[in-house]
């Protein structure tokens, strides 16, 4: 049974790509194709509605943001229960504190990602709400890069340990780091895959679930993630002791937090 899968090409997929090289999907009767897509939730949610894709693994907000606006999608499964570390980031040449953001532009990959809801998030912290002029569309990591080292300042989010190559080389400065109260990443597939097909969705969360506890318990993870994501030994072991994995469905708890996030945000807009 062939199953279309995106994700985003980051370490947190590493349960996925272990279990895709060992064959396990192949044994468990799952043909599966990986997509990975550098834009991010945005896209990926474009993606289920153009029918391009079965499954997803995409940010929490931006999958919960998604389906309530009418996404032709349900979330099947929690992956990453730990919330991610979204940096805030500046052009590395400016001289710009957490302290003084408001106003600024924000950089974000896609309407509807991640870096987008964040966006929102942090500017509410710092006590103002952007326009849409102030986001500016930016695609992906390596858009973000090139928009810091060109025209007026921006403010970009994203995962601090994604971007910190970037920051390492002097492009951007990250000056703070924004966590969020649920979960980082969850799992969606179509609604009519899901009816046509639950049980081959039952068959790959149970082969990614078992992938997911071996690598938590075994005895190489951080060579593993240096492999992977080409972490220094440093980087991966900080990195893995604030990532936790579970795939089961998530708690209902953070999930009502974040629908009253997004209503108070005004991103909650349903299709007709």
Known sequence: MKLRVAGVPEPYNLPWHLAMEKRHFRKAGIDLHWHVVHEGTGRMCQMLRDGELDMAVLVTEGAQRDILNGGPHRI???????????????????????????????????????????????????GWRPLETDLEVVHNMAGAAERMQQGPPVIFLWEQYVTRRWVQAGVMRCVDVVRAPWPGFVITAGTGFLQRHAAVVERALAVLRSEADVLKGGPHPVELVMQNAGFTPAVAQEWLQHVCWKVEPPAPGPLAALNGTLEKLGLLHPRA
Do not use: T
């Not at 106003?103 to 509410?124: D, F, N």
């Open 76 to 126: 099947v499964s929690g992956f990453v229960e730990s919330a991610l570390p979204w940096g805030v980031h500046v052009p590395a040449s400016l001289d710009l504190e957490a302290g003084n953001l408001r106003g600024i532009p924000y950089a974000i990959s896609r309407m509807g990602s991640g870096s987008h809801i964040m966006a929102l998030l942090h500017a509410e912290q710092q």
